[in-house]
């Protein structure tokens, strides 16, 4: 987050974010934005519903800063925000509340893609920030989408001047082959990925360290990648909502244009992290 807000000082953009069906989530939302435009003058475009718009208007008071704050009303906003973005009428969007399965079949759809990169980024409860994927249930199941995607974030770890440490996280120690076809399988993989990445470039730091995520942390992994989706989006649940843990976003990699992902349960400061990031890369 040091770099992101380093990029964002007198930065001006046009930023959508995505209202969903959440009453107290589409407040926090509000309220993150309330927050951060006491600093910034980016401007903010809502997507809605027709019904939440309702509800909306009659919960929420813009005060001084109802000029930087456009409610955009749609029968289906997950689809509007990105054609807002795509014909360039908002520099970054970000997911907010909506829908995830509507609003990743409409990037698929919008920009002709088959799968989509989200890259979060973490942080533990006494302050280690790190980027981490899968987030997604579905995502990264076998040995070549994961290289392909580790290979998607280290562009975009170039891009943003960090020098990646990789952890590639397994469902059990080495030892413990032979106990599960699964294990097994997950070992396997860890162990080739990290093996491809050595082979293909001696410099970058790269580790299989096994099923013991908090060795990743102790040995300061900036990249750290969980066996599947299933468990990446359980770490992420445990560490934010119940290890005391915070997220700031999660960035779409390989788009032609700005997309941030956020938790439908996501906390303010989740949604302050993703303006962030949208902002520092417009």
Avoid: C, W
């Avoid at 949604?271 to 990031?277: C, D, E, L, R």
Wanted: aromatic letters at 10%; charged letters at 25%; glycine letters at 8%.
């Amino acid at each position: 987050m040091e770099y992101f807000n380093s990029k964002i000082p007198n930065r001006k953009a046009k930023i959508g974010i995505g209202l969903g069906n959440s009453k107290d989530q589409n407040l926090k939302i509000i309220s993150a934005i309330k927050n951060f435009q006491m600093e910034h003058d980016t401007i903010i475009y809502l997507f809605m519903s027709d019904e939440n718009f309702n509800k909306i208007s009659q919960n929420i008071k813009l005060d001084k800063n109802e000029t930087m704050i456009h409610f955009i009303k749609s029968n289906v906003p997950e689809n509007e925000i990105l054609k807002y973005l795509k014909d360039g009428l908002i520099d970054a969007a970000i997911r907010g509340s909506l829908s995830s399965n509507r609003f990743l079949e409409n990037i698929k759809n919008l920009f002709k893609i088959k799968k989509v990169n989200r890259l979060a980024l973490l942080e533990t409860f006494n302050g280690y920030q790190f980027f981490f994927a899968p987030i997604g249930i579905d995502e990264y199941r076998d040995y070549q989408s994961k290289v392909d995607f580790i290979e998607s974030a280290l562009k975009f770890f170039h891009f943003i001047g960090i020098q990646p440490k990789i952890s590639i996280l397994s469902g059990g120690r080495k030892g413990d082959m032979g106990r599960d076809y699964i294990v097994d399988s997950t070992l396997e993989v860890a162990e080739k990925i990290v093996a491809f990445f050595k082979n293909k470039d001696s410099t970058i730091q790269v580790f299989h360290d096994e099923i013991l995520i908090e060795k990743a942390i102790e040995n300061q992994s900036n990249l750290i990648f969980a066996p599947d989706g299933i468990s990446g989006n359980l770490i992420y649940r445990t560490l934010v909502h119940l290890g005391g843990g915070k997220a700031h976003g999660a960035i779409y990699l390989d788009l032609e244009k700005i997309i941030i992902d956020t938790s439908r349960a996501g906390n303010v400061s989740e949604i302050i992290g993703a303006i962030i990031i949208a902002l520092s890369l417009v």
